[in-house]
């Protein structure tokens, strides 16, 4: 089982960017790293998805070191409206179990 | 694109009833579909997996004759909850993928259930 280990919250100022990582030592071969969003009384959103190296979109990049037994999600210029939770997800390959784990709270100060 | 819809957003029902929930990919075809719970400041739980036209495959402690999911379309999950109790209270999320590994999941936006 790919478990995961964040962060349980974070604090932040508007305009700052913010970094949040994600331990997953047991990451298989297969398996790519996915993060979500959530706020409260919704479904999780789609944020980003990484096998290796970088990986950049409209609103966020991901990291991946060589070793893959991490990545860090990267917020640039948060504002109050990016406080969520935030999960990092890891795999599954077909046979796999999904486990969500606790997440990061984070919250953006004014 | 990748929308998946939720109905209904919520509910109320007295104990002992049962509620159906839909789960609908509204502009894909899901090869798979998952249901969660989630309880107040809590992760999503995984309850079961679902694939269309076999049966739902069950998470360790979820019983599958009291949530009773059927996967009758490749847009259409349903997830019953029967003889509902105070305990079953929660906020239950589906979520759908395209591809056959289980990648991306597009999340619905949620069903909360209030049994009194």
């Known amino acids: 089982l790919a478990k995961t280990t964040q962060p349980i919250s974070m604090d932040s100022y508007e305009g700052q960017e913010v970094n949040i990582t994600c331990s997953h030592n047991?990451?298989?071969?297969?398996?790519?790293i996915t993060w979500y969003q959530q706020f409260p009384s919704q479904g999780p959103r789609f944020i980003i998805q990484?096998?290796?190296t970088k990986v950049k979109n409209e609103v966020a990049s991901l990291f991946i070191p060589a070793d893959r037994k991490s990545s860090t999600l990267s917020l640039p210029r948060v504002s109050l409206s990016d406080t969520a939770v935030y999960y990092c997800l890891v795999g599954p390959n077909r046979d796999d179990k999904i486990i969500f784990g606790k997440g990061t709270r984070l919250h953006i100060l004014p | 694109g990748a929308v998946v819809s939720q109905h209904p957003s919520w509910v109320i029902c007295k104990s002992g009833t049962s509620v159906k929930i839909e789960c609908r990919s509204l502009?894909?075809?899901?090869?798979?579909m998952f249901w969660y719970r989630q309880f107040p400041k809590q992760s999503l739980m995984l309850m079961a997996t679902?694939?269309?036209?076999?049966?739902?495959?069950?998470e360790q402690g979820v019983e599958k004759d009291k949530f009773l999911i059927n996967h009758a379309s490749l847009t259409l999950s349903t997830l019953t909850v029967t003889s509902a109790h105070p305990e079953d209270s929660s906020f239950y999320i589906c979520?759908?993928?395209?591809?056959?590994?289980?990648?991306?999941?597009?999340f619905g936006p949620g069903t909360r259930l209030l049994v009194l």
């Open positions: 047991n990451i298989a071969t297969n398996d790519y």
């Open positions: 502009d894909f075809q899901a090869t798979t």
């Open positions: 679902s694939n269309e036209g076999s049966k739902a495959t069950y």
């Open positions: 979520s759908a993928t395209a591809g056959p590994y289980q990648e991306t999941q597009y």
């Open positions: 990484g096998y290796k």
